[in-house]
């Protein structure tokens, strides 16, 4: 972008005693540091995206059938 607001610009708006301009040109200058943070982090996802990551080589856990059932619900299993 050739339009960037800098720091410059905004001491010297404010040697010109502009406060509209200061303001404006904060947000601006906010804004860029805000986007240019995304455009960083959206890459780092585009890295990970639909890469399988490591896991625990258990699996998933499995409910013991010794486990008993505190809902109050009966185990149709067991009769």
């Known amino acids: ?3 960037e607001t800098t720091i410059s610009d905004i001491v010297a708006l404010s040697a010109k005693d502009d406060a509209a301009g200061v303001k404006s040109a ?7 540091k805000v986007m240019v943070s995304l455009e960083g982090k959206k890459k780092d996802f585009a890295k990970t995206f639909l890469t399988k990551t490591q896991t ?3 699996g998933p856990e499995s409910v013991s059938s010794e486990e008993k059932i505190e809902d109050g619900s009966r185990d149709a299993s067991t009769t």
């Open 1 to 3: 972008m050739s339009n």
């Open 26 to 32: 904060i947000g601006d200058l906010l804004q860029q």
């Open 56 to 58: 625990d080589s258990k």
